[in-house]
């Protein structure tokens, strides 16, 4: 038979479909069908498209399955909906997926059974992607392996904003098999409310999460609280000192926020570590005295960002200019050190030996009591010492 056989896996998923499938529904993986036909028996459920991507599985269904409320695609996870304009922006209450979770053992590929080299690669993808084929409400049930790691599906679940019950586990011979059911979180539902679209988890920080989203035809960066993280009230307060900044064209252009995140136009660029690899000596000039001239517009203002000692991820360096992010630490002192700070960066071995490489050398020494110099008078002339050194 040219169809996925059902399982254990299957007829245990089988029985939550029965609960929970509501609406229009989306059955990822379809394999002998069961999912799609046992979701078609509910008075709760109106429409199915049961996809796979495997064509002798989808002519075999087509071919001996005959439900109207059924219609079965082929279809790659979600690749079928960018493509077919018919399908395009199309979203569903309820999404099912039985993946294939096994660890890649074979050579040849068995599609139904193996998830990716480590089993959990098929899963990460479906979860990238599938907020944007769900709605506000809608829910998603989904059934995995303990031999998939547990841990990196809750990882992945999390870094899309998701949240989820673990409705049964149940062990059957070497393995645990977990059925979840997951929906969209309240942040998720609020950033979409406000028209944030296509949220891509991008990196995570100490204290916080940064996610990439569309607003308004523009690339937006969304900052979320890390709930792993001690610390309070840092979005409030990054918030506060980027109003601040702004003014003074400082930071990344803030759009709006919220006490649980705040969104800000995106920026594309390289680190300063990255620049200083494959930029020449007149660029760098350029980059190195506009952030000066930067940091010394916060010690004017008595606001001190911290990590400027250490900013190889708290500069980003694009075609216009410098720009400084993360200002979660920011905070009023009558002694800012930004200036001072960044001074004793570029002259840490490695920065020095990058600057040295294109042609810009450094007098340590002299460095080091221009600013001394300028800590007991922070003014622009002994601003002007410190940039001339850089040369």
Excluded: W
């Amino acid at each position: 038979m040219s169809t996925y056989e059902p399982r254990e896996d299957s007829m245990l998923l089988k029985s939550y479909v029965r609960q929970h499938a509501k609406g229009s529904v989306l059955d990822i993986g379809t394999g002998s069908g069961i999912q799609a036909i046992t979701a078609a028996k509910s008075r709760k459920v109106k429409k199915i498209i049961a996809t796979d991507i495997q064509r002798s599985i989808i002519n075999y269904n087509k071919k001996n399955i005959k439900n109207k409320k059924i219609t079965f695609i082929i279809s790659d996870l979600f690749q079928i909906f960018k493509r077919n304009k018919n399908l395009m922006n199309k979203k569903f209450d309820t999404i099912i997926f039985n993946p294939p979770y096994l660890p890649q053992e074979l050579k040849l590929k068995d599609l139904t059974l193996e998830g990716g080299k480590k089993g959990y690669e098929v899963i990460e993808k479906f979860l990238n992607k599938v907020n944007d084929f769900l709605k506000t409400n809608g829910i998603i049930l989904i059934i995995f392996s303990s031999l998939t790691k547990k841990e990196k599906i809750d990882e992945f679940i999390k870094n899309n904003l998701l949240d989820f019950k673990e409705l049964t586990k149940k062990h059957i011979f070497f393995e645990d098999l977990y059925v979840y059911k997951i929906n969209k979180s309240a942040i998720l539902k609020n950033l979409e409310q406000k028209g944030i679209r296509n949220l891509r988890y991008f990196a995570k920080g100490k204290r916080g999460f940064i996610f990439t989203g569309n607003y308004k035809n523009k690339k937006v960066a969304v900052k979320i609280k890390n709930p792993e993280s001690r610390a309070i009230f840092r979005i409030n307060n990054e918030t506060n000192f980027l109003k601040i900044l702004n003014k003074k064209n400082i930071g990344p252009k803030l759009l709006f926020s919220d006490k649980d995140y705040l969104i800000y136009e995106f920026v594309d660029g390289y680190f300063i570590n990255d620049y200083l690899k494959i930029n020449e000596k007149e660029n760098i000039k350029r980059m190195l005295k506009n952030i000066f001239e930067q940091l010394f517009v916060m010690d004017k203002l008595k606001i001190n960002k911290e990590e400027m000692s250490h900013p190889v991820k708290h500069i980003i360096i694009n075609k216009k200019k410098p720009v400084l992010i993360d200002f979660e630490r920011a905070h009023h002192t009558i002694k800012p050190g930004n200036v001072t700070q960044f001074c004793d960066f570029l002259i840490s071995n490695n920065i020095k030996t990058a600057l040295k490489n294109n042609k810009i050398k450094i007098d340590n020494k002299k460095v080091i009591t221009l600013a001394k110099k300028y800590k007991k008078n922070i003014n622009k002339n002994n601003l002007n010492k410190i940039i001339n050194e850089f040369k």
